[in-house]
């Protein structure tokens, strides 16, 4: 099960995220905390702490959809079950929203500002990510 815990410590407060007794990252106060998930935990690595797997934000391919059409692709899947119905019927209805303008315009289909702030209110830190689709792997 997920814990979040603060703890004082000389440089301030620190909120520790865990996944069982596993301490997955720790954040100072007031700075975002993500779903804590080992592949988006901070790590150090040769003496610097960093997301060395994945940052802590949300993977959205939402504006690339048309590219994703040409290549094959015919589905997407939709994350959502660390969250609840609320978040579940909001990105459905974005997701279904868009997937309907592909389906009418085609390549031609474009995403609104709106569906894009939702979804970004949404999104794990606030922040999305087209993720490895934008940038090589490590």
């Known amino acids: 099960h997920v814990h979040w815990s603060e703890r004082e410590a000389k440089d301030g407060t620190w909120l520790d995220a865990r996944l069982g007794t596993v301490l997955v ?3 100072r ?6 779903y804590p998930t080992i ?4 790590f150090d690595v040769d003496g610097k702490r960093y997301y060395a797997l ?7 391919v939402m504006e ?5 059409a040409r290549m094959g692709v015919a589905a997407i899947k939709i994350e959502g079950r660390q969250r609840g119905p609320a978040y579940a019927a909001s990105v459905t209805q974005v ?4 997937l309907d303008a592909l389906a009418k315009h085609g390549d031609t289909a ?3 500002e709106a569906s894009l702030k939702t979804l970004g209110a949404l999104s794990e830190g606030q922040t999305d990510t087209l993720g490895p689709y ?3 792997w490590k």
């Open 95 to 98: 997701w279904r929203s868009a």
């Open 25 to 27: 990252d720790s954040y």
């Open 110 to 112: 474009t995403v609104d």
């Open 64 to 68: 690339i959809l048309p590219t994703l």
């Open 54 to 60: 994945e940052e802590p934000t949300s993977l959205n």
């Open 39 to 42: 592949c988006k935990g901070r």
């Open 29 to 34: 106060s007031g700075e975002p905390a993500g």
């Open 134 to 136: 934008s940038r090589p």
